[in-house]
T-cell receptor, first 111, second 113 residues
Framework: GDSVTQMEGPVTLSEEAFLTINCTYT??????LFWYVQYPGEGLQLLLK?????DKGSNKGFEATYRKETTSFHLEKGSVQVSDSAVYFC??????????FGRGTSLIVHP | EAQVTQNPRYLITVTGKKLTVTCSQN?????MSWYRQDPGLGLRQIYY???????DKGDVPEGYKVSRKEKRNFPLILESPSPNQTSLYFC????????????FGNGTRLTVT
């Protein structure tokens, strides 16, 4: 079945630092790829998505590019803020339409 | 406002006492699902439903039941809760367009003593 692997956290950064959270997937065919964000005490929210190779999803300053050759969908942001502190989940939705989630990566941003 | 509503937000119970966590969505979504979130294990799917009267097991269904008698509701039932079911539970829904991603409720934190 499909699987998603994320880098383990927590990732700790200072405000305005560059962020990368790695995500790789294994799936049959060409899955759709997603990043979700979970703020403290809340449910997950869709952050961005990409549906085909070389697509770039973007939202709130975050970006991720669908790389078919490396089966990756790494999340990046050029300058993080304290308010970005949250848990980030990578997910893939393949032919079964049932999304598969990574284990989540906690991001802590210090002032 | 489009939303997925779970109740209760917090629940403390004792081993063996049957409980139900409710989930309701107002977006006319076909797909609904239950997850549990545990430290170090991420999100694990318990059960899902592709439409009314259609339910399937996810990765960790043991000890749980679900029903989908109406499109908007998808309750999670623990017939005889045990301490290893202490967890944070999330309900999610999605329409027919799988590219739109899931809508999640705010979670139910369950403690079984």
């Amino acid at each position: 079945g499909d699987s998603v692997t994320q880098m383990e956290g927590p990732v700790t950064l200072s405000e305005e630092a560059f962020l990368t959270i790695n995500c790789t997937y294994t799936a049959t065919g060409y899955p759709s790829l997603f990043w979700y964000v979970q703020y403290p005490g809340e449910g997950l929210q869709l952050l961005l998505k990409a549906t085909k190779a070389d697509d770039k999803g973007s939202n709130k300053g975050f970006e991720a590019t669908y790389r078919k050759e490396t089966t990756s969908f790494h999340l990046e942001k050029g300058s993080v803020q304290v308010s970005d502190s949250a848990v980030y989940f990578c997910a893939a939705s393949g032919g079964s339409y049932i999304p598969t989630f990574g284990r989540g990566t906690s991001l802590i941003v210090h002032p | 406002e489009a939303q997925v509503t779970q109740n209760p937000r917090y629940l403390i119970t004792v081993t063996g006492k049957k409980l139900t966590v409710t989930c309701s969505q107002n977006m006319n979504h076909e797909y609904m699902s239950w997850y549990r979130q545990d430290p170090g294990l991420g999100l694990r799917q318990i059960y899902y439903s592709m439409n009314v009267e259609v339910t399937d097991k996810g990765d960790v269904p043991e000890g749980y039941k679900v029903s989908r008698k109406e499109k908007r509701n998808f309750p999670l039932i623990l017939e005889s809760p045990s301490p290893n079911q202490t967890s944070l539970y999330f309900c999610a829904s999605r329409g027919t367009d799988r590219l739109r991603g899931l809508h999640f409720g705010n979670g139910t934190r369950l403690t079984v003593t």
